[in-house]
């Protein structure tokens, strides 16, 4: 499979110049230790999975695992996204990264909670909303999660809230999705809560309550216990955060040694399986857990939707310095909203002249799924051929444009690329 890739034919793929290839994965396989860092660039795409595979054969055919400052990290894109996976908000797996479709796994957490589980997986969100337009699925609860900003193709995600029997949503301000809810849930911010924090290098960090909630918020874990007891459920009888970090230690095992304690007093990074176990600075330093590693063969893919005639752009979004993802909190500082007040296009400088655009100009950016107006920004920071639009900006929905397509394996849409058209309004 690597045979095929020269540098010549990368750089016919991704334009990268040959020399430059070279030098790259020279610097990287030289070097005493190397870090693979990556985020949402890498894993939204319909071929993300495969990506990360590709990362994992170089930091294992280089020798790149085991050892500090190696390894293939991936840098999450929100607060505590680690920690809320090492809890088990994933549809495939219970705390610890247990599979729900493992017997001795979901009969282990049966005996926990004294009740009968499925061993199915569940459904990300890219599925949940399909199944909610076919019929499905007719009820929703959504935790902080403004869709309607955040998910490719809104007008697709419009349809689909609009279509359920019931929606109730968690927040700490409106959203352009609590809009279409049913109920909405006054939920606590991270400064009016305990708890902890797991970043992506598996470091365990105590978080305390500054504040008082306002009103009638509740953090989330108080939430839930509530709707549990009233859905009739037992278990939900907990009193603080703490109690449950020690229910968690009890049936995950790479938590077993962890409570709110312990991390008071010291940064423990999972796996911790006892009280006296220090923690794990660095995985893998034996060998993997399953064995020693497997290499993954990687075909190179295109993208699911390429430019055309009508569309002759790449369209790629993500972020800029002084907003967080869909706004709905840093949207309403006033400091932040003066250094980036208003959503724009980056796009280069060859291609605004070839069109006619100028720094500054009102432009449209449309796709097969809809359009949104803007201003441009023309600068040399983009490549030809390619725009970028931050998806922060409600009034202007990046995501209006994005293709729904996902990563079969990972069920990841892909946000990265999709064909676009940009004109002068």
């Keep these: 499979m690597v045979q095929k ?14 020399n430059m290839l070279i030098e790259a994965a020279r610097t990287y396989a030289k070097a005493d230790r190397s870090m693979i860092a990556y985020a949402m660039g890498v894993t939204q795409h319909c071929n993300g999975t495969d990506l990360v595979k590709s990362l994992a054969n170089l930091a294992m055919i280089t020798g790149n695992v085991g050892k500090e400052s190696t390894g293939v990290n991936p840098l999450r894109g929100q607060c505590n996204v680690q920690g809320a996976c090492d809890a088990g908000c994933l549809p495939n797996f219970y705390p610890g990264y247990q599979k729900v479709d493992d017997d001795v796994a979901t009969d282990k957490f049966q005996g926990a909670w004294k009740r009968e589980l499925s061993r199915n997986v569940g459904s990300t969100i890219t599925r949940t909303m399909e199944k909610i337009e076919s019929g499905e699925i007719k009820g929703l609860i959504i935790f902080g999660e403004n869709v ?5 193709d809104t ?23 609590s809009k279409f809810a049913d109920v909405i849930l006054p939920a606590a911010c991270y400064a009016e809560k305990d708890g902890t924090f ?15 909630p306002p009103g009638e918020a509740m953090p989330d874990w108080k939430i839930v216990c509530e709707l549990g007891k009233r859905f009739g459920a037992d278990g939900f009888e907990f009193s603080s955060p703490s109690e449950i970090m020690d229910e968690m230690a009890s049936v995950a095992p790479i938590y077993g040694g962890v409570n709110h304690e312990r991390a008071n007093n010291e940064v423990i990074s999972w796996p911790c399986p006892t009280k006296d176990h220090p923690g794990t600075k660095v995985l893998h330093v034996d060998g993997f857990k399953m064995g020693r590693g497997k290499f993954a ?5 295109p993208p699911n939707e390429e430019p055309s005639e009508e569309f002759p752009m790449v369209l790629t979004t993500g972020r800029n310095l002084f907003q967080f993802h869909t706004g709905t909190m840093t949207r309403k500082s006033p400091k932040l909203e003066q250094e980036a007040p208003e959503p724009y296009v980056e796009i280069n400088n060859g291609d605004a002249k070839r069109l006619g655009i100028e720094d500054g100009s009102r432009v449209r950016v449309s796709s097969r799924r809809g359009s949104i107006a803007l201003i441009a920004k023309v600068t040399e920071k983009i490549i030809p051929g390619t725009i970028f639009i931050p998806f922060h900006y409600a009034e202007a929905a990046a995501n209006r444009l994005t293709n729904p397509a996902w ?6 849409p892909e946000l990265k690329v999709c064909a676009a058209r940009i004109e002068k309004s």
Aim: proline content about 7%.
């Design 5 to 18: 890739y020269t540098p010549e034919e990368v750089e016919r793929i991704s334009g990268i110049d040959t």
């Design 148 to 152: 309607m900003v955040s998910d490719p």
């Design 155 to 177: 007008a697709h995600i419009e349809k689909a809230l609009k279509s359920l029997d019931f929606f109730a949503i968690v927040e700490i301000f409106p959203s352009e999705t």
């Design 198 to 212: 797991t970043n992506t290098d598996r470091k365990i960090r105590m978080l305390r309550k500054a504040v008082d």
């Design 297 to 301: 063969p990687v075909d190179h893919s």
């Design 407 to 412: 990563d079969p394996v990972a069920q990841i």
